[in-house]
């Protein structure tokens, strides 16, 4: 699935307007923009994905252009879609990200599973050290 170069560029240029640093990283259908490690709005298609305050979300839905996220069919709070009508202004772009990075130093860092440490004793089949008292 394509996302909008346009709208990816617009998101660009916003986040450089705010002099805020980003990563970008591809994801299934689109492509998301990362500040502080975290997820803070995607594109997909033409619409985008803005990661909100929980508490902001029954108004963000009353919007222009505002949906819940259901990209797994399950709603959630915190997560909304922006269609084009939302977002006909550079104004309005950047309203939603705003609201985005608003939430992002409150936002909670998905975090990876560390791989389990085995003590160099017990690596490649050794045998732990006994010590000798005496």
């Known amino acids: 699935m394509a996302f909008d170069e346009q709208l990816t560029e617009r998101i660009r240029r916003g986040f450089q307007k705010a002099r805020v640093r980003f990563e970008e990283k591809r994801m299934i259908g689109g492509l998301c923009f990362m500040v ?4 803070c709005v995607g594109v997909q298609e033409n ?8 508490a ?3 108004a963000a839905l009353r919007r ?6 259901d990209f797994t069919e399950r709603p959630m709070r915190g997560f909304v879609f922006v269609s084009p009508t939302g977002l006909a202004t ?3 772009l950047e ?3 705003k609201l985005a990075l608003k939430f992002n130093p409150k936002a909670i ?9 085995i003590p160099q004793s017990r690596q490649r089949g050794m045998k732990p050290s006994r010590r000798r008292r005496g």
């Open 95 to 97: 309203d939603w990200l």
């Open 56 to 58: 902001a979300y029954d």
């Open 36 to 39: 502080d490690g975290k997820m």
């Open 109 to 117: 860092t998905s975090k990876k599973h560390a791989p389990k440490l």
């Open 47 to 54: 619409r985008i994905m803005a990661r909100i305050d929980p």
């Open 64 to 69: 222009k252009g505002c949906v819940p996220m």
């Open 90 to 92: 550079d104004g309005e």
